[in-house]
Structure formats: structure tokens, C-alpha cells
């Protein structure tokens, strides 16, 4: 199976919103409500910010917020702040009864 | 505290057979899975797949199957991710990972630090 699409990268003032896309097909994000998302640091393992879609995680900032349209799901950075700066990656189940990662997304906070 | 800990760094040569670890704690070990994502350097993450230990169910990414064998030891919290002969390609980070939901293959809320496996001649 493909990976998901992601950018590769986008940007941002601090303060300003960010929306990252991920797009998948009609046999994974399209099908399923379990998109996930996760941050990564440099040199550390990923932490889980989102999953089904939209639901946060105990002690996951409300400014993490995410949304999924058709084939394409979306998480939204609302206030970046400097400690954003991270790459995203995006993740679905799919029809194979597997998962799949999206590409990953930087994020810089200029 | 749920913990996810995993063996050290590997070094090896190309043909040579590995098995690394991942320890879970503080938390039911059998009912959850655990799932392997591997991190190739500089790139993104790859699902490998994942093995309940309940179930004795294990699924692969079909870019995985056949290359690594999963396996678990119940009765010390351990599973483990297997190659018969390795090749430079496997140069990577491997990630062991719990997800948030029993019975879920994915949504990986709690992660171990990563083990570093590094092939070459």
C-alpha cells in the first residue's frame, strides 16, 4: 500500500495557524475514522496528538485540533509556538485490515 | 507508569541474523498489541505491523511480511522483532509501540525509545 500524502513541508509565524493535509484514498482515510496523528522531535520517538480523526489525548494542547473530509484528513496548529517546530506524520487504517503512514510534514516556526 | 523499553544498539553484517526486544511495564501486558514501526535515517516512519499476544494474532504491512518475524513472551512482558538475514537496507530505527485501545492496530500512545540497527561490510 502507499504511504498517505503529506507536504513536506510548511510554515509559520509564531502566533499564526497552520493546517497540515493528508490524503489518503477511499480504502483508507476516505473508509475509516482512524486517522492519527503524530509529533516527532529530532532524536525522539513520536508522541500521538490526535487519533480517530479528532480526539485529543489526555495532555495534548487544545491548540492541536483535526478534521477529515472525503479522502483527505487535516490537523490544524493554532498559536505556533516555537516548541511546534517538529515533523508531523499522519496515519491511517486501511482496508487491508493494516495501518499506513503519511510521508511526514516539517514544520518550521520562522 | 507504562514503560516500553528496548534493547540497545546492533551493529552487524549483511547475512547475519538479529532478534531485538521490547519490554513492556505497568500496564496488562497480553491484552494490548505491540506494534514495530521502522525509521530509515532521515526519512519518515514505516508501520511494520503489529502481534496481540492474547490473540496470538500477528499482521504485517505487506512491504514487511516475510522480511521480519514478530514473536512474544508473555511471561516476561517481552516482544521481539526478528530478522533471519539482514541486509544494508535495514539500517534503521525501530520503534516498538503500544496502541491507545485494546484490540486497535494503530494510534500508538505509548513508545519505546528506539533501537538503532546498523548493517554494513
Known amino acids: 500500500q502507499s504511504a498517505l500524502t503529506q507536504p513536506a513541508s510548511v510554515s509559520g509565524s509564531p502566533g499564526q495557524s497552520i493546517t497540515i493535509s493528508c490524503t489518503g484514498t477511499?480504502?483508507?482515510?476516505?473508509?475509516?475514522?482512524?486517522v492519527s496523528w503524530y509529533q516527532q522531535h529530532p532524536g525522539k520517538a513520536p508522541k500521538l496528538i490526535i487519533s480517530?480523526?479528532?480526539l485529543r489525548p489526555s495532555g495534548v494542547s487544545y491548540r492541536f485540533s483535526a478534521s477529515k473530509s472525503g479522502n483527505t484528513a487535516s490537523l490544524t496548529i493554532s498559536g505556533l509556538q516555537a516548541d511546534d517546530e517538529a515533523d508531523y506524520y499522519c496515519s491511517s487504517f486501511t482496508a487491508a485490515m493494516t495501518s499506513v503512514f503519511g510521508g511526514g510534514t516539517k514544520v518550521t516556526v520562522l | 507508569e507504562v514503560q516500553l523499553v528496548q534493547s540497545g544498539a546492533e551493529v552487524k553484517k549483511p547475512g547475519e541474523s538479529l532478534k531485538i526486544s521490547c519490554t513492556g511495564s505497568g500496564y496488562s501486558f497480553s491484552a494490548y498489541g505491540i506494534g514495530w514501526v521502522r525509521q530509515m535515517p532521515g526519512r519518515g516512519l514505516d508501520w511494520m505491523g503489529i502481534i496481540r499476544p492474547d490473540e496470538s494474532d500477528t499482521r504485517y504491512s505487506p512491504s514487511f511480511q516475510g522480511q521480519v518475524t514478530f514473536s512474544v513472551d508473555k511471561s516476561i512482558n517481552t516482544a521481539y522483532l526478528q530478522w533471519s538475514s539482514l541486509k544494508a537496507s535495514d539500517s534503521a530505527i525501530y520503534y516498538c509501540?503500544?496502541?491507545?485501545?485494546?484490540?486497535?492496530?494503530?494510534?500508538?500512545?505509548?513508545w519505546g525509545q528506539g533501537t538503532m540497527v546498523t548493517v554494513f561490510s
Open positions: 509501540a503500544r496502541p491507545r485501545v485494546v484490540g486497535a492496530i494503530d494510534a500508538f500512545d505509548f
Open positions: 480517530n480523526v479528532s
Open positions: 477511499s480504502s483508507d482515510v476516505g473508509r475509516f475514522d482512524y
